[in-house]
């Protein structure tokens, strides 16, 4: 049996390069390649030894694939690191971040002795000097690293460093992350849209997220995509990761030519990833290529080429300090440059070594002025990537969205609701429908500036809806432009989050992704992260850089889902996401009133966390009358933990409920019992963690007491670890109910039969508190 692939149909297109046929370079031009390789790759290994961290393999065999793009292919501006209009490279193999650090540098210093005048300020530099600060804490007290004030380069990439915008290195994140830059910016600018190389290894190939990535890449029409696969068929472990003709892979059976292809890529095929013409070759003719597919280059190459370590044992390791191998590793550079590296005696003191560190790279400096017409043409390329980037200026399409309009001052007001979020007192609705009903309303606002998707679950979550007045079906740029809905590859949770990310990383738009609450909560634990992390970086060379939010939509929360059965339906989601994350990266969003969702949406929109998690349930729930049954407004839950319903006097009792399904119980079928019994209770409802923490001291105190704590018992329909916070006594513990609080997961059925199978409905709801109120 054979199997062949129609590539015609497909509109795909395979190029294998011949590599007797690629043109030779001009003699200028492959000298200054050649000198720049051999600076970078002894930079790298100067590195590490110093260092003894990092991965030197993957950083020199990626290495000439870089220089021949930064220096001959993007279009950029070096003077603007935030150009968001520039070709980007992005590291998604987060490991060769040595190599990033490496070649960033090599650059600076280029520019710096060839067109000084067009360096930006040093904040936004990455100079030899910074060096000093790789894999270092912001807290090093080293002579060096302060007389320089070095930057602390992170173990992978982050923002921090200039023209990174992602974090990466986190099992495929970046591909997806990078993805996401991709249909932003082709959202953006359409035909004009920058072009997003990303830079990978076979291993960071095998994540999952990395093949539904390229999926929604493909599906997509992201044809400013080029994806660069350093193929060294080395791993930490492996020597042989992917199949290779007839030779079985050790993780899996495809090659990498294979794999972009089968999901729709364009693939053009590198036989020797060193050979400086092959890879121009393959640059440009992928740059050429138009058929509106993204395009992959498998680079054949080799792990540690001329390092002296070779294959998997140079992915995180190197020559150890000062040693014979270093040593050797260093003759190339001295030999070709006549230029010698110091030696390094004596003890070793952290001050020490780094003056050893910074001599080494005094030796790097050297080289660029010892030769300076190689320098200055090295450099003459920098200066015509920002001269052709600057006579082709890229600019919006027409009708772009224009997400600046949501920050405008009061565009939006959690006390101030649209027509299509009021809702009628009895009428049914969801949370999830009010959640989408509010993002519409900002996707409106904006002209367009939320792109949703869902892992098949469009209209199940009804993230549909979101797009309402925007053309049906999922966005393609050519095909379905004005469509507000992206294709995230299927059921891939994984990678939509990711992608998500990405599309808000540029200010430009909202990216919101939705599945059930159970696995997208977990799921999406690293993208928020990493996003997060991104974030928080940038500001520390753009102070007050505001956070770029995306949205995760954890649906069908909750107890409720019963039906689906206790893998769907189930309370750990929370735990996940509320309380989790640093400082103002994470808003997690708890409604119980579908009226509480405009209020809660507009608020954390307008306080712009890097997350929003919003946990909404299915069911569909009646409207109250709040005021009538002596609740407080739903604008209340903008403070994140509120009074819902205030004693008179000192109250019998102290309630805090969180979840949606145990606040309806409460409201329904506890509350008429009180007010007959007449039982004065403080009852608290917790809507938002991360809102109630951002209110100061005094305001939080004022809401919710440690005395009020310290008698407490609550009611939440997420897990016991959510609730310790607010129920200090050990009597307030006891007597709170959580849906696993019987020791066992729950059964399936509808959600109030699950209710009272976790002791969490109206009856035991009412007997646990006339229980606590009696001091039982």
């Known amino acids: 049996m054979s199997f062949s692939l129609n590539l015609k149909d497909r509109g795909t297109e395979y190029i294998s390069l011949d590599p007797n046929a690629s043109s030779t370079l001009p003699a200028l031009d492959a000298d200054s390649l050649e000198f720049l390789d051999i600076c970078y790759r002894t930079l790298c290994a100067v590195m590490f030894n110093h260092l003894s961290s990092g991965h030197p393999g993957g950083s020199v065999s990626s290495g000439r694939i870089v220089e021949s793009l930064i220096y001959r292919q993007m279009q950029y501006d070096i003077s603007n690191p935030m150009d968001r209009s520039a070709d980007i490279i992005s590291y998604s193999a987060g490991h060769k971040t040595l190599g990033l650090y490496a070649m960033w540098a090599c650059r600076n210093e280029i520019v710096q002795q060839s067109h000084k005048d067009l360096l930006?300020?040093?904040?936004?530099?990455?100079?030899?000097?910074?060096?000093?600060?790789?894999?270092?804490?912001?807290?090093?007290?080293?002579?060096?690293?302060?007389?320089?004030?070095?930057?602390?380069?992170?173990?992978?990439?982050?923002?921090?460093?200039?023209?990174?915008?992602?974090?990466?290195?986190?099992?495929?994140?970046?591909v997806a992350a990078s993805t996401g830059l991709a249909l932003t910016l082709k959202d953006m600018y359409g035909e004009d849209a920058p072009m997003v190389h990303i830079l990978e290894g076979e291993g960071g190939m095998t994540p999952g997220r990395v093949a539904e990535s390229l999926a929604a890449a493909a599906s997509s029409g992201l044809d400013n995509i080029i994806f660069h696969l350093d193929w060294n068929q080395a791993s930490i472990d492996s020597e042989a990761v992917t199949r290779?003709?007839?030779?079985?892979?050790?993780?899996?059976?495809?090659?990498?030519?294979?794999?972009?292809?089968?999901?729709?890529?364009?693939?053009?095929?590198?036989?020797?990833?060193?050979?400086?013409?092959?890879?121009?070759?393959?640059?440009?003719?992928?740059?050429?290529?138009?058929?509106?597919?993204?395009?992959?280059?498998v680079y054949r190459t080799i792990k540690g080429w001329k390092y002296g370590i070779e294959g998997a044992k140079s992915h995180g390791a190197g020559h150890k300090f000062y040693s014979e191998e270093y040593q050797?590793?260093?003759?190339?550079?001295?030999?070709?440059?006549?230029?010698?590296?110091?030696?390094?005696?004596?003890?070793?003191?952290?001050?020490?070594?780094?003056?050893?560190?910074?001599?080494?790279?005094?030796?790097?400096?050297?080289?660029?002025?010892?030769?300076?017409?190689?320098?200055?043409?090295?450099?003459?390329?920098?200066?015509?990537?920002?001269?052709?980037?600057?006579?082709?200026?890229?600019?919006?399409?027409?009708?772009?969205?224009?997400?600046?309009?949501?920050?405008?001052?009061k565009a939006i007001s959690p006390t101030q609701r649209p027509a299509s979020c009021t809702y009628d007192i009895g009428s049914p609705q969801t949370l999830r429908a009010c959640l989408a009903h509010s993002l519409n309303h900002v996707?409106?606002?904006?002209?367009?500036?939320?792109?949703?998707?869902?892992?098949?679950?469009?209209?199940?979550?009804?993230?549909?809806?979101?797009?309402?007045?925007?053309?049906?079906?999922?966005?393609?740029?050519?095909?379905?432009?004005?469509?507000?809905?992206?294709?995230?590859?299927?059921?891939?949770?994984?990678?939509?989050?990711?992608?998500?990310?990405?599309?808000?990383?540029?200010?430009?738009?909202?990216?919101?992704?939705s599945s059930y609450g159970a696995f997208i909560a977990p799921l999406n634990t690293i993208c928020a992260k990493t996003h997060g992390i991104g974030q928080q970086s940038l500001r520390h060379r753009l102070p007050g850089e505001p956070n770029k939010t995306f949205v995760i939509v954890c649906g069908h929360a909750g107890v409720k889902t019963g039906e689906d059965g206790p893998t769907h339906a189930e309370p750990q989601a929370l735990q996940v996401l509320q309380e989790n994350f640093p400082g103002d990266v994470m808003i997690s969003l708890t409604p119980w009133d579908p009226n509480e969702l405009w209020p809660l949406t507009a608020e954390s929109l307008i306080q712009r966390p890097a997350v929003i998690a919003a946990f909404v349930t299915r069911p569909s729930e009646i409207i109250l009358d709040r005021k009538a049954l002596g609740l407080a407004s739903a604008e209340h839950s903008v403070k994140g933990v509120y009074k819902l319903m205030e004693s008179n006097g000192t109250p019998d009792a102290t309630i805090v409920y969180q979840g949606s399904e145990v606040a309806y119980a409460?409201?329904?079928?506890?509350?008429?019992?009180?007010?007959?019994?007449?039982?004065?209770?403080?009852?608290?409802?917790?809507?938002?963690?991360?809102?109630?923490?951002?209110?100061?001291?005094?305001?939080?105190?004022?809401?919710?007491?440690?005395?009020?704590?310290?008698?407490?018992?609550?009611?939440?329909?997420?897990?016991?670890?959510?609730?310790?916070?607010?129920?200090?006594?050990?009597r307030g513990r006891e007597h709170t109910l959580y849906p696993w609080k019987k020791g066992e997961f729950l059964g399936s059925g509808p959600g109030d039969a699950c209710l009272e199978q976790a002791g969490m409905h109206a009856e035991a709801q009412w007997d646990v508190i006339q229980s606590f109120v009696a001091g039982k």
């Open 666 to 730: 409460f409201a329904t079928g506890v509350l008429p019992r009180l007010k007959e019994k007449g039982i004065n209770l403080d009852v608290y409802y917790i809507s938002s963690v991360e809102l109630f923490d951002r209110l100061n001291e005094q305001e939080k105190k004022q809401i919710f007491p440690y005395s009020s704590a310290a008698s407490a018992m609550m009611i939440t329909g997420f897990t016991a670890a959510t609730t310790y916070r607010w129920t200090m006594s050990e």
């Open 120 to 174: 930006p300020q040093v904040s936004q530099q990455l100079r030899l000097e910074d060096l000093l600060g790789f894999r270092k804490n912001p807290t090093t007290k080293t002579p060096l690293f302060l007389q320089f004030n070095a930057k602390p380069l992170d173990g992978h990439p982050t923002p921090q460093t200039p023209f990174v915008w992602l974090s990466t290195g986190v099992s495929g994140v970046g």
């Open 328 to 409: 050797q590793a260093l003759q190339p550079f001295e030999q070709k440059l006549g230029l010698t590296f110091p030696r390094f005696e004596g003890e070793k003191t952290p001050e020490r070594v780094e003056k050893a560190y910074y001599d080494s790279l005094m030796i790097i400096r050297k080289a660029f002025e010892s030769n300076p017409a190689l320098t200055r043409h090295l450099g003459d390329w920098v200066a015509d990537c920002k001269q052709r980037h600057e006579a082709s200026p890229r600019r919006f399409r027409k009708d772009a969205p224009e997400l600046d309009k949501l920050y405008q001052d």
């Open 244 to 297: 290779e003709g007839k030779t079985a892979g050790d993780y899996v059976q495809w090659d990498p030519c294979e794999l972009l292809f089968v999901q729709g890529f364009n693939v053009i095929y590198v036989p020797d990833g060193f050979n400086f013409a092959q890879i121009r070759e393959a640059q440009e003719k992928a740059k050429a290529l138009n058929n509106g597919r993204p395009t992959g280059i």
């Open 443 to 513: 996707n409106r606002l904006t002209n367009g500036a939320v792109l949703s998707a869902a892992a098949d679950l469009y209209g199940s979550t009804n993230i549909s809806s979101i797009s309402d007045g925007f053309a049906p079906g999922f966005w393609h740029p050519t095909k379905n432009p004005e469509a507000r809905l992206f294709s995230a590859g299927g059921i891939a949770e994984d990678a939509m989050g990711g992608i998500c990310s990405g599309i808000s990383t540029m200010g430009y738009q909202i990216g919101v992704g």
